[in-house]
């Protein structure tokens, strides 16, 4: 119900209407459709579906190298996919493909971007250009991704080990804390902040009894220690009372892995430049 009240506060504006004064009005051209696709089942589902989307939207010139190659394999921009023109071999290649291909998706959701020694990784902003499988990556994780101007992302699986200097996957059978001292907070313009999130194993996030699921510099519950710096505490049980504004709470069932996002929207020209600086590790503990 809370979703739906606020749906109903946003409004959708064309930008011709934008521009002459018009508000609360989006044209939409005759030429677009709201098409509803079939929901195809079976191993070569995929690519059903991957030819009805380039019915619906032609890939453009700067993509003809990879289309030209997909031929090969019976898709054709403009026409639906017809498997019973291929071999047998390349129908089984295909079907593998599609399990092959999403086990390679979620591997780079895992090391997606540089990895930094404190095991966060620096996530690619949302100029893809080619980088198709960054592009699947940025589809599966999120609904999209700002330029590096609007927001800076780092993200992580992994806590670090001190005395190893490696990093252990997140596991929510487990306590950590990420200790952000007074000079590592990202620094951002005016009307941005930085935040952190908590997401599950099916990229999610975390259903918990306080309807907490990111802290962010704007967060009302966090306490700071004497020299400005913060700890956030992530797990899966209720800290103690004091700890409790800065509990950012993690799958409650045991041995889940999770994803920690740390983000800086409007970021400074020296966030951008020295992003390193803002990346302190998340470490285990055993209280």
């Not at 190298?65 to 295909?94: H, M, R, W």
């Not at 404190?118 to 609904?143: C, F, H, I, K, P």
């Not at 101007?149 to 001190?162: G, I, K, L, N, P």
Request: charged residues 25%; hydrophobic residues 30%; glycine residues 6%.
């Amino acid at each position: 119900d809370n979703i739906i009240e606020l749906q109903k506060q946003f409004s959708l504006t064309s930008l011709s209407n934008w521009e002459k004064g018009i508000l609360n009005q989006a044209d939409v051209p005759d030429s677009i459709t709201l098409s509803t696709r079939p929901n195809y089942t079976g191993p070569l589902a995929y690519f059903y579906t991957m030819a009805d989307l380039m019915i619906e939207n032609l890939p453009t010139e700067e993509h003809a190298a990879e289309v030209e190659s997909f031929k090969y394999i019976g898709l054709f921009p403009g026409k639906k996919f017809k498997p019973e023109t291929l071999s047998e071999p390349i129908k089984v290649g295909l079907a593998r493909a599609a399990v092959a291909g999403e086990q390679i998706i979620q591997w780079k959701q895992k090391y997606n971007g540089e990895l930094y020694p404190s095991r966060w990784n620096n996530v690619q902003e949302g100029t893809y250009g080619a980088d198709y499988l960054g592009r699947a990556v940025g589809a599966q994780s999120g609904l999209l991704v700002h330029d590096y101007e609007e927001a800076v992302y780092f993200s992580t699986y992994e806590s670090y080990d001190e005395a190893t200097g490696r990093g252990e996957f997140l596991n929510s059978s487990n306590k950590y804390v990420l200790h952000i001292d007074a000079d590592q907070f990202l620094k951002t313009e005016d009307l941005g902040f930085w935040s952190i999130t908590m997401y599950g194993p099916n990229y999610k996030f975390v259903d918990n009894d306080l309807d907490r699921y990111a802290l962010s510099g704007d967060s009302d519950t966090l306490q700071y220690n004497e020299d400005g710096s913060l700890d956030i505490y992530m797990q899966s049980e209720a800290p103690t009372s004091e700890k409790q504004g800065n509990w950012l709470p993690c799958p409650k069932e045991t041995e889940q892995l999770f994803r920690v996002s740390l983000r800086a929207y409007l970021p400074t020209s020296y966030t951008l430049t020295h992003r390193q600086q803002f990346t302190p590790p998340i470490l285990k503990i055993s209280d």
